[in-house]
Structure formats: structure tokens, C-alpha cells
């Protein structure tokens, strides 16, 4: 399971848990630069509280890297990218997280889930989730 310590994933765990299901591996993928000190208190945390074991991947790219990387299309091509503009969504997460995920399902290494709110059932219907992964869903109330 790729786990990004918030609160739909750690919720997503401790279902699994009562539920009976045991992961081999729970992966982080570390944004290089952007995690504060206590994300890595925080694993050790989860770790112990749930007895199972997260694995700290690499970021193809730094926080920094991806912050002034220049917009290469478009109305703002040449700009500095910036922080994500949430209603355009995430680079972040697809130059950075996205990779790591993608490298262990072709591998064949994880299955993967994603763990959504309720309200956010319309995250899990969106085509890329569908073309490109054989997704599994959680969502709870």
C-alpha cells in the first residue's frame, strides 16, 4: 500500500486491519525537501501503534526542483510552476508520487488502494485511475 500518512490513508490502514487484511509493504514516498522532521516521528509512530513496517521511497525529484521548474505550455509557459494550484490539480503528486506507484505496478510489487472520504467518490470514477491502474477503492464514512 502506498501511504501518504494523512488521514484517508491511515484510516484506510486501521479498516484494513479490522478487517483482517494484512499488506506485505506500506510505502511513503518521501517529496525530498518538502517533509518536516516529524513526518519520519510520525512513521515510527504508525509503525508501532499498528505493527507493520512503511518503507521510505525517494521522489524522483526534489521539492525545490519541482517548485521553479518552468511551465512548459500553455498561457503561462516559461513561469516558474510554483505551489499547485489546487483546482488545476497536482503536479506534485504526479511528478512526484505518481512515478514511484506506477514503477511498482508494472513491476508487479503492490497492489495498490486508494483511500477516499465519502464525499469523494467522484476521485475514484476519474479515467486515470481506471485506464492506467487496477485500482482498489476504500471509501468510508
Known sequence: MLCSLGKDSIAALILAQQDGVQFDHVYFVNMRGAEFEETYDFISKVEHTLNLKIEILDSPCTFDEQFYKKITKGLHAGQNRGWAAVKSGCHFQR???????????????????????????????????????????????
Open 95 to 141: 511528478d512526484m508520487k505518481v512515478p514511484a506507484m506506477t514503477r511498482m505496478y508494472q513491476e508487479g510489487n503492490a497492489d495498490i488502494y486508494i483511500s477516499l472520504a465519502v464525499n469523494e467518490r467522484n476521485r475514484a470514477e476519474r479515467k486515470f485511475y481506471a485506464k492506467d491502474y487496477n485500482i482498489m477503492v476504500i471509501t468510508f464514512r
